[in-house]
Nanobody, 116 residues
């Protein structure tokens, strides 16, 4: 059974940094493009970052480009999402999932709050 567990969220001052982790089981990261999504209260879910199935190609939404980076450790089925220079508008629940054909259980997400 596929499980996706996000962790590493928290409260941080604007300009601070966090690293989120996505621990996956039931599938192999190398077989899927994996995305990080976020959803703020009252807002639609949006894709903020993607890493390709090959593990080397990444894409970022314009709003986070140059501030967010993602990487994987395929042997452990773990993906890291480094978030630098956080802004209040980055406040949201963050989720990992397959980029295209989402697994049905999005898990609880990791709450990121950037606030003074």
């Amino acid at each position: 059974q596929v499980q996706l567990v996000e962790s590493g969220g928290g409260l941080v001052q604007p300009g601070g940094s966090l690293r989120l982790s996505c621990a996956a089981s039931g599938f192999t990261f190398s077989c899927y493009a994996i995305g990080w999504f976020r959803q703020a209260p009252g807002k639609e879910r949006e894709l903020v970052a993607t890493i390709g199935s090959a593990g080397g190609s990444t894409n970022y939404a314009d709003s986070v480009k140059s501030r967010f980076t993602i990487s994987t450790v395929n042997a452990k089925n773990t993906m890291y999402h480094q978030k630098n220079s956080l802004r209040p508008e980055d406040t949201a629940g963050y989720y990992c999932n397959a980029r295209w054909r989402h697994f049905p259980d999005w898990g609880g997400g990791a709450q990121v709050t950037a606030s003074a």
